[in-house]
């Protein structure tokens, strides 16, 4: 546990929350590996888990009819995907690619929304990663 509390500063999402939520947080992850091109998730297919980069980064790409693989966003060490999970959102409207293979935690996100919910310094840290204020 001792590696894997190391890795989590990695992550800085993770690393800004306070060490017993930290703590309370790995103890829902399992560290998995992700290999390149990985998908974490299609465009309309249920929401299963969230992923805290490492030292991996995820594309996330919006599926259009003009621009199938129209890619809109670069997920890294700084934030999770996929974001929706903060909402409640049950399906994806983004398919997730691994572009950097590496390390990353994994949440169910039962696990993950839990989290959020009972803990306001995770509110507050994603509050901060969505650039709405506290």
Same mark, same amino acid.
């Given at each position: ?13 993770? +690393?800004?929350? !306070? ?6 947080? /790995?103890?829902?992850?399992?560290? &998995?590996? =992700?290999?390149?091109? @990985?998908?974490?998730?299609? +465009?309309?297919? !249920? ?6 980069? /490492?030292?991996?980064?995820?594309? &996330?790409? =919006?599926?259009?009819? @003009? ?68």
């Amino acid at each position: 546990m001792a590696l894997e509390k190391d890795l989590s500063l990695a992550n800085r999402l993770i +690393a800004a929350l !306070p060490a017993p939520e930290r703590t309370a947080f /790995l103890e829902n992850c399992e560290l &998995v590996e =992700l290999k390149l091109n @990985d998908v974490l998730v299609l +465009a309309g297919q !249920p929401l299963d888990d969230a992923y805290f980069s /490492l030292d991996s980064f995820v594309s &996330v790409v =919006l599926p259009a009819d @003009d621009a199938p693989n129209a890619q809109v966003a670069m997920v890294g060490n700084e934030g999770m995907f996929p974001t929706s999970l903060v909402l409640g959102v049950a399906t994806s409207a983004f398919t997730g690619k691994v572009q950097g293979a590496g390390r990353a935690f994994r949440i169910h996100r039962d696990a993950c929304q839990c989290r959020i919910l009972e803990e306001a310094c995770w509110r507050g840290a994603l509050s901060l990663y969505f650039d709405v204020g506290p």
